[in-house]
């Protein structure tokens, strides 16, 4: 490509480049994928080139693991995100938990507000920054009833409906909510294929991404959130301790129905020692510095506390 500079080869299918078509002076990385001909291209934010050479390096074993373990390699873009949250109060709808009008009135402010503002952004670049300047861009690119100015009430709900998709975003797309999907049955709804995919991967966090896990905590303590959540539990110590330290916020974790079935799995085979591994457990949220939990297990463990 004619705008490349300083191009070198780390390896086969790894090189590093500066572009002739901006001013800085940093390094980028272009990856190739295993086995195709498809590449991903970095910014790796140094001038320098031994560190550039370091995150090249670090992306590219990045991106192998994400292959292996069947992780998308591509951020996502706001509008794939909307399209799951859309679908899943439609099916809302068909079990009668919401109005056909309200998913109607969802799926018109995604596709004629939220799609127009940040459709084509990638779901981990929308931060605090872009979620607070909504209110100024709607009432400069749209109009209310009878073409009059939009009401804050309008707003104020557009946001709601902005920020349910980002909260959903954040949801760790995990094999841990089987049994209670099972239990409202829900867990048959994906037979596979794009219009009904075998689980929620399309809408719900990657298990192996973190940092976007900060940046919609960030925004639930920018909207005004006295606390924060968690879930999975177990299996997401290390977010809650990276929430912990990050914003000094009330934080909470939820023991999924998956986690307790494994326990009482294992107790009932007499695997474990059901009672201290439910304590074991309970204590190891509270290590990692939760300021509470949501477990199936509260009535249980406050009479072994002796509650």
Partial sequence: MAFLL???????GLIIFRRADVKHRNWYCRVRLPRTDRYK????????????????F??????RFRIKHGV????????????????????????????????E?????????????????QINLIGQERWQSYPLWRRKNGKGRAQGRVSDATVRYE????????????K?????????????????LGGGGIANPPDKKTYQMDPANSDEALREVALDIAEGADMVMIKPGLPYLDIV???????????????????????????????IDEERAILESLGAFKRAGCAGVITYFAPRAARLLGG
């Fill in 6 to 12: 300083d191009t070198q080869e780390l390896k086969p």
């Fill in 105 to 121: 009135v969802v799926e018109s402010i995604i596709r004629a507000q939220l799609n127009r503002y940040v459709g084509s952004v």
């Fill in 159 to 170: 946001m709601s409906i902005f920020r349910s998709i980002m909260a959903y975003a954040a």
């Fill in 58 to 63: 670090d992306h590219d074993a990045d991106l």
């Fill in 241 to 271: 301790r990276r929430v912990v330290e990050a914003f000094a916020m009330p934080t909470l974790a939820f023991q999924v129905s998956g986690e307790y079935a494994m326990l009482k799995a294992a107790g009932a085979n007499g695997w």
């Fill in 72 to 103: 998308p390699v591509f951020n996502r873009p706001f509008s794939q995100i909307a399209k799951g949250y859309a679908d899943l109060q439609k099916e809302r709808v068909e079990v009668g938990e919401i109005t056909h009008h309200r998913w």
């Fill in 41 to 56: 291209t970095v910014s790796l934010k140094t001038s320098d080139v031994s560190s550039a050479r370091d995150r090249a």
């Fill in 172 to 188: 760790y797309a995990s094999a841990f909510y089987g049994p209670y999907r099972d239990a409202i049955g829900s867990g048959t």
